[in-house]
């Protein structure tokens, strides 16, 4: 078991789905949590309450710099700062390039990259510091592949990526790692959401609907998990991680293997 008593852990886009579950599985080893999102702030606290494990919510639109401030201000003042960081906040929007919306492109590469560089730049001082840290980008397997219809998200994607080795070249001498998590497809409520649009369009059953959606891309045939990614991230926080550096960890069923 990874041991994480007395760390703080901030996970962005954590009210619910990939966030939630990684912030779970953080919180069942000891971690404080900082939770951040729009989703349903009650149950996604309650959901950390009943690991045992404090926590705090900041509503920071993760656009704007100065409330991801404000977020890790409260993160000093609840708990003394963070130790433990994970960029998971995203948006997604699917239009070929040439119809893409402009204000969808500003959010995305805002909200699934640029907030990433902000949070980082942020959490540095206080792990230089302590002479110890940990930095997980939950990236994607578009960080390391393109999808038609998928331009802003996996630029943005690509760019979390790239930041995520600067950042641990910037810091290899020291205490702290930065790595990447690509997963492919998860199952999350948005997901399930599309496999049952799926079986109610083609008349299929929902198990047909499922394999429908996997069959193109993940050979394995089934979804990643939140608690799967959740497993990854205590690997990287725990002593055994201590030399994956910079590293774009793919968790896609083989979808990258192909």
């Known amino acids: 078991m990874v041991n994480l008593q007395g760390?703080?852990?901030?996970?962005?886009?954590s009210t619910s789905g990939i966030g939630l579950g990684i912030a779970q599985s953080l919180a069942q080893a000891g971690a404080n949590i900082v939770l951040n999102g729009f989703g349903d702030v009650d149950a996604a606290l309650a959901a950390i309450a009943a690991t045992g494990a404090q926590a705090v919510h900041h509503p920071a639109d993760m656009r704007r710099?100065?409330?991801?401030?404000a977020m890790f201000a409260l993160a000093q003042a609840r708990f003394g700062g963070v130790d433990i960081l994970v960029n998971n906040a995203g948006i997604q929007h699917v239009s070929p390039v040439e119809d893409?919306?402009?204000?969808?492109?500003?959010d995305i590469i805002a909200i699934n990259l640029s907030s990433?560089?902000?949070?980082?730049?942020l959490a540095l001082p206080a792990m230089r510091a302590a002479n110890w840290g940990r930095i997980v980008n939950i990236a994607s397997v578009h960080g390391l592949v393109g999808s038609?219809?998928?331009?802003?998200?996996?630029?943005?994607?690509?760019?979390?990526?790239?930041?995520?080795k600067v950042t641990a070249l910037e810091t290899a001498a020291t205490g702290i790692t930065c790595n990447a998590i690509c997963p492919g497809f998860?199952?999350?409520p948005l997901v399930a959401a599309q496999i049952d649009a799926i079986a109610q369009r083609e008349n299929i059953s929902r198990d047909a609907a499922q394999?429908?959606?996997l069959s193109d891309k993940q050979p394995s045939g089934q979804f990643v998990t939140p608690e799967q990614l959740g497993g990854l991230v205590l690997m990287l926080c725990s002593p055994a991680g201590e030399q994956v550096r910079g590293a774009a960890w793919a968790m896609d069923g083989g979808w990258t293997a192909q």
Request: hydrophobic share 40%; net charge positive; aromatic share 8%.
């Open 7 to 13: 760390k703080t852990a901030l996970v962005t886009g």
């Open 65 to 69: 710099p100065d409330e991801i401030e």
């Open 100 to 106: 893409f919306p402009v204000q969808k492109w500003d």
């Open 116 to 121: 990433g560089f902000h949070t980082t730049r």
């Open 148 to 164: 038609a219809g998928k331009s802003a998200y996996v630029a943005a994607k690509h760019g979390l990526v790239g930041l995520t």
């Open 186 to 188: 998860v199952l999350t």
């Open 211 to 213: 394999a429908r959606l």
